[in-house]
């Protein structure tokens, strides 16, 4: 069973940049399908991005071109990139894991989150 721990959450102004960070312990993660979910008050929680194994990803049409997910299976960390953030990006950021190569639609494994909040 892997655990995974966020970080790199904050405040921010509109236009600026976060970089998230998602460690991984318990498993090592470089066979998973790795991704970034978000939820704001109110809201249904939203996919960010997702990474396979084989560095394949996929972006919610909101943050594409904006967010990059990446992964660093030797340091066994997941990351989000996030440049030129939106008021709209204010969210309790996740990090999730399934235990596949491959991405399907549901996550085993999840971390606590992180916030971040972005201010025009």
């Known amino acids: 069973q892997v655990q995974l721990v966020e970080s790199g959450g904050g405040s921010v102004q509109a236009g600026g940049s976060l970089r998230l960070s998602c460690a991984a312990s318990g498993d090592t993660i470089g066979s998973y399908c790795m991704g970034w979910f978000r939820q704001a008050p109110g809201m249904e929680r939203e996919r960010v991005a997702t990474?396979?194994?084989?560095?394949?990803?996929n972006y919610a049409d909101s943050v594409k071109g904006r967010f990059t997910i990446s992964r660093d299976n030797a340091k066994n960390t997941l990351y989000l990139q996030m440049n030129g953030l939106k008021p709209e990006d204010t969210a309790m950021y996740y990090c999730a894991a399934q235990g596949r190569n491959w991405c399907s639609d549901v996550f085993d494994y999840w971390g606590r989150g992180t916030q971040v909040t972005v201010s025009s």
């Open positions: 990474i396979n194994y084989w560095r394949t990803t």
